[in-house]
Each structure stands twice: as C-alpha cells, then as structure tokens.
C-alpha cells in the first residue's frame, strides 16, 4: 500500500510500486487532468508538482511520492472550482489553448516557475518550460506567463 496527499486529500494505492505515477493518477485514482504525451519525460503533458515542484509524472514510480504532496492542474485552484489560480486566469484572458492537450501541463509547468522566480525573463520562461504544444502557442504561453506573474504581483 502506498499513501500520498493528493490534491489535499488522502490517497492510498495498492499497486506495483514502480507504476509511473500519471498511471496511477489517471487509473486508479481517476485524475485526468495530466495526459499521456510521449511515456519518456520529453512532452510535458503529465506534469504535476510533488512536494511544490513540477515533475513529469510518466516518468516518476508511485512510490517515489510516498508520504509526499501531489498536486495536478485539478487541485490548483484554491477553495472553489470558481477560483482559478492566477496562472489559470491568465491563460484563459490571453486564450492560450488551441486543443487543449498539452495545456494542463504547461500551466502546471508555469506555477512551479512563478513560484521560484516571480518575475521571469523570456529567456527564464523559455528555458524553464521545455514542455511541447504541437499547435505551436509558444507566443501565447509566454504572454500568459508574463500576465499570470503580474496577477501574483498583484497587478489587475
């Protein structure tokens, strides 16, 4: 049995200890914000953050969080479905996703990266996130990026 905090609330799994965690996210906990992109840590679609960082969870064993903090783009609001992290609302005013696949994974990327560095750079947001949208919104995503930071400034 592995036990783990997700999204605030208690988990307990009982699987292989080396299934990769967006599996049992996405399987056994029924959790399907983090997608299945590439299987091998390069896209950035199954991001989430463990104890606070982003980590590509296709690439992380289940029981490489025990006893840790797993949050995926469900649990990052905070309070109510109705209250979007800033990152999230910036997302939406600057109508970043085009499909939508990859997006979970670039705004989980984005927190962990405001979280650390309030006020980045493009370079910063471009070697941060080395998540991969095959639609191309790069431009868009760094717009967002730029826009959720003044959000946590406290900009309006």
């Not at 960082?53 to 992380?60: D, H, K, L, Q």
């Not at 990052?76 to 910036?90: E, I, N, P, Y």
């Not at 070697?127 to 406290?154: D, F, M, P, Q």
């Amino acid at each position: 049995m592995i036990s783990f905090t997700v999204n605030g609330q208690p988990a307990r799994v009982e699987v292989e200890a080396d299934k990769p965690l967006l599996w049992v996210l996405r399987e056994d906990l029924a959790i399907v914000g983090p997608k299945f992109g590439c299987g091998v840590a390069a896209c950035g679609a199954c991001t989430v953050h463990v104890d606070g960082e982003a980590v590509r969870s296709c690439s992380v064993a289940v029981a490489g969080v025990a006893g840790k903090t797993v949050t995926t783009i469900e649990g990052l609001a905070r309070g109510s479905a109705t209250t979007l992290h800033a990152v999230q609302k910036a997302w939406i005013e600057q109508q970043v996703p085009q499909c939508g696949y990859c997006q979970p994974g670039f705004i989980m990327a984005t927190a962990a990266l405001l979280k650390a560095n309030a006020k980045p750079t493009d370079k910063d947001i471009d070697e941060a996130l080395s998540n991969i949208c095959r639609c191309g919104t790069y431009g868009a995503i760094r717009r967002a990026v730029h826009r959720a930071a003044s959000l946590l400034a406290g900009g309006s």
